[in-house]
C-alpha cells in the first residue's frame, strides 16, 4: 500500500470540502474539520513536514480513524479532483482492523473458539473478552 505524503493528505481535505480550524494546539500541524451529512464530525491533523510520509500502519489509522475513507477512495479523490462520497466504500481486506494474535490464541486455547468466530467478534470485543477470559482463574 502506498502511503500519502502530508501534503498530499492536505490536498485531500481541501478537494474533500475539509475546513481548516485554528486550533493552536501545535504549531507543527494544521487542522481540519469535516462535518457529515449525518452530523458526524471528522477531524485530522497535517504536519507541516509536507513531503514526509508515514507508516502504513498508521496510514490505516488515519484512513479509518480521523478521515473517514476508503484507502481507494481517497486516491480517487485525489486523482479526480473531486470529493469523496459518503459513506466511503468499504475498506480493502488489508485495512481491516486486526485482532491482536494474543487475543486470538487465548480465545481459542481457553474458550475453544473458532478463528471465524472469532473475527465475526471484531477487535473491540475480541480484546474485551479476551481480557476477561484472562482475568477469570482457570480450572
Known amino acids: 500500500m502506498r502511503t500519502p505524503d502530508w501534503s498530499e493528505v492536505e490536498a485531500f481535505c481541501r478537494i474533500d470540502g475539509w475546513e481548516e480550524v485554528a ?8 487542522y481540519y474539520r469535516l462535518v457529515l451529512d449525518d452530523g ?4 485530522t491533523r ?3 513536514s509536507s513531503k514526509k510520509t508515514m507508516s502504513q500502519g498508521r496510514w490505516r489509522a488515519i484512513l479509518r480513524d480521523q478521515l473517514g475513507v476508503s484507502d481507494e477512495d481517497f486516491w480517487k479523490s485525489l486523482r479526480d479532483k473531486r470529493p469523496v462520497e459518503r459513506p466511503s466504500g468499504p475498506p480493502l ?10 487475543a486470538a490464541e487465548l480465545l481459542t486455547a481457553r474458550l475453544g473458539m473458532s ?3 472469532i473475527a465475526q467478534l471484531g477487535r ?3 480484546i474485551e473478552l479476551a481480557r476477561e477470559t484472562w482475568a477469570k482463574p482457570t480450572t
Open 23 to 30: 486550533v493552536g494546539r501545535s504549531p507543527d500541524h494544521r
Open 40 to 43: 458526524t464530525v471528522l477531524e
Open 46 to 48: 497535517i504536519s507541516h
Open 93 to 102: 481486506e488489508e485495512e481491516i482492523e486486526q485482532i491482536p494474535l494474543w
Open 115 to 117: 478463528l471465524a468466530a
Open 124 to 126: 473491540d470485543r475480541a
